[in-house]
Nanobody
Framework: VQLQASGGGLVQAGESLRLSCAAS????????MGWFRQAPGKEREFVAS????????YSVDSVKGRFTISRDNAKNTVYLQMNNLKPEDTAVYYC????????????????????WGQGTQLTVSS
């Protein structure tokens, strides 16, 4: 399984951006998917997740109401729509796949994910 994250860039506070993560080499429709981020000097942080069915969606409190995770199984892609971006959202964003579909364990636990993308940089200027 390979994951390719894209869509990062430099934006101003208040703007929107959509990240994409394309999966290949497996059966995407059975994977639970997550987005994590890591800011300079900080630990990796859970951002959002979506189960294999799309029924279970979780996100960290700091992005609720601003970020939306979604998936398109026909395109083998998971998205992270980010609105009203803030400077504190600046980080490298990683997508990850759980082959068990996020059926078990905490979606926010990075150890539940077997495969990770290479990351895409988001910088939000004030």
């Amino acid at each position: 399984v390979q994951l390719q994250a894209s869509g990062g860039g430099l934006v101003q506070a208040g703007e929107s951006l959509r990240l994409s993560c394309a999966a290949s080499g497996g059966t995407f429709s059975t994977y639970g998917m997550g987005w994590f981020r890591q800011a300079p000097g900080k630990e990796r942080e859970f951002v959002a997740s979506i189960s294999w069915t799309g029924d279970s969606i979780y996100s960290v409190d700091s992005v609720k109401g601003r970020f939306t995770i979604s998936r398109d199984n026909a395109k083998n892609t998971v998205y992270l729509q980010m609105n009203n971006l803030k400077p504190e959202d600046t980080a490298v964003y990683y997508c990850a796949a759980d082959l068990a579909g996020l059926r078990w364990g905490l979606p926010s636990n990075g150890r539940n994910y077997e495969y990770w993308g290479q990351g895409t940089q988001l910088t939000v200027s004030s």
